[in-house]
């Protein structure tokens, strides 16, 4: 899969899942639920400044010193098809998201004024914003080279390795040196 699409869909998702999280916290505040509106939003800031500092912390370094090393795709790799990304996917944001539920109802239980909502909104709009930022870079990286770059996933796993170390480079249809940036049959329709 490339790895741009890949991180561009993790950052999306985390990002919106952060709306979210922020607008069951606002509804609650609106129905007249206990909120401690100073603490939650003193939670977010704790958590989403050092989560997106460490998380964008030498990823320029990373993706150069990953595409410096890359090499043809594995003649035993199987390219992933768009019905089984998607469920891939489905699966991830079905974990994800159950989690993020029972920890909205243990807060609910412990009456934490919305703290936990801000720990959460924190850590995923961070890490959101970060895999976002970092698609670009790869676009770029793709651009530069004028290739397609990907990452290997296995077959039971949600999602690749977060700080891919290991990526495959193929060379993009089209002429030679055309810099045409046409889809490769391989690609995702995302």
């Known amino acids: 899969m490339r790895v741009a699409d890949e991180a561009r869909w993790r950052g999306q998702s985390a990002v919106a899942t952060a709306i979210v999280v922020g607008l069951y916290w ?3 505040w609106l129905v007249g639920e206990t909120i401690e ?3 939650t939003i003193l939670a977010f800031a704790v958590v989403a400044g050092p989560t997106f500092a460490f998380a964008t912390h030498g990823s320029v370094r ?3 010193e990953a595409v410096s090393r890359s090499k043809p795709p594995p003649r035993a790799s199987v390219h992933e098809t768009p019905a089984s990304s998607r469920e891939r996917r489905l699966r991830l944001a079905g974990i994800v998201l159950t989690g993020i539920i ?3 109802l243990f807060e609910r239980f412990t009456d934490s004024g919305g703290v936990l909502a801000g720990l959460i909104a924190g850590l995923l709009l961070a890490l959101g914003v970060a895999d976002w930022r970092e698609a670009g870079f790869w676009d770029a990286a793709e651009r530069e080279r004028e290739t397609r770059i990907y990452v290997l996933v296995r077959a039971d796993a949600l999602t690749p390795k977060l700080g891919i170390r290991e990526v495959y480079e193929a060379p993009r249809p089209g002429r030679e040196g055309e810099g045409a940036y046409e889809p490769s049959p391989f690609d995702l329709e995302i």
Request: hydrophobic content about 60%.
């Open 102 to 104: 029972a920890l909205l």
């Open 37 to 39: 509106a100073t603490r």
């Open 26 to 28: 606002g509804a609650a």
């Open 62 to 64: 990373r993706i150069r």
